[in-house]
């Protein structure tokens, strides 16, 4: 694996490169990093050259007290491409990551060659209660006692996963959002999230340019599956993968059907 600084403004976006091939971007959701890639990647290495970056404002990227919206993650996204040189690059994307790659698609004419989403944030609802609430009350919560904060912490990230994540697999996801800066820049992202972003492209999904695939985790309790069908009959020709057995954090649950969808799907 071969680490990256990429620059966004004043800001430092850590990147990684693997194997060898067309290029194929991997792109994180929230609250989550780079490294939910790790059962992905190896497997796709043999077949592209893998590029992965963590989003402004969380992993190993600078987690800035300024803006880390979606307004911004499509910003980062072409950054990254432009510091690769990557023109078309086939893209997955998770979450969060679905709309940055939509919002780099739609609104700045970015290209690719084949998109791959996985239960994304793309159209409304989206948002939980806990969401909602740490809107209202971002200051409250980044001021919580630690202890507090990582029990809430856990019980949140857990909750993305069907399966259920041991206590070794949770930590690469606690990591990045333990201490002061960490805490505080969690419940800066969440008080940001707003559904202004994915509104201004959903009149223009109809318009992707180029082959786009669902999958979707029939266990999904973040974004139900519901979702996932109203959104494929929105995007042009895009076939739905239901996954038995996974919830919104398909990468753990379910790691061999998203390989052998990329495989199948991204190689054409």
Same mark, same amino acid.
């Given at each position: ?54 989003? %402004? ?9 300024? &803006? ?17 040189? %990557? ?15 939509? +919002? ?10 084949? %998109? ?113 069908? +109203? ?21 753990? &649950? ?15």
């Amino acid at each position: 694996m071969r680490a990256s600084t990429v620059r966004f403004g004043p800001h430092r976006i850590a990147a990684w490169s693997m194997g060898q091939g067309p290029g194929l971007l991997l792109v994180h959701g929230t609250p989550f990093s780079a490294h939910v890639w790790h059962r992905i990647t190896p497997h796709l290495a043999p077949h592209f050259t893998v590029h992965s970056f963590d989003l %402004l404002g969380y992993g190993q990227s600078d987690m800035p007290d300024a &803006d880390v919206s979606l307004g911004v993650q499509n910003g980062v996204l072409g950054a990254v491409m432009d510091h690769f040189g %990557l023109n078309r690059p086939s893209v997955i994307a998770h979450d969060f990551g679905g709309a940055t790659a939509l +919002r780099a698609h739609l609104r700045d004419g970015r290209d690719y060659a084949r %998109l791959l989403l996985i239960d994304p944030v793309a159209i409304r609802p989206w948002g939980s209660p806990f969401v909602a609430h740490v809107r209202r009350h971002e200051a409250a919560f980044a001021g919580l006692p630690p202890y507090i904060h990582a029990a809430i912490l856990a019980a949140y990230l857990r909750g993305a996963s069907h399966r259920g994540l041991t206590d070794t697999g949770l930590t690469p996801y606690l990591d990045p959002w333990t201490g002061a800066k960490g805490q505080e820049a969690f419940y800066r992202q969440i008080a940001q999230m707003d559904p202004v972003h994915t509104d201004e492209i959903e009149p223009l999904l109809g318009t992707v340019r180029c082959p786009v695939r669902l999958l979707w985790g029939v266990r999904d309790d973040w974004i139900p599956l519901a979702d996932g069908r +109203r959104l494929a009959a929105m995007l042009p020709d895009c076939p739905l993968t239901e996954v038995a057995g996974a919830g919104h954090l398909m990468q753990e &649950d379910a790691p061999e059907a998203i390989v052998g969808a990329a495989l199948e799907f991204l190689r054409h």
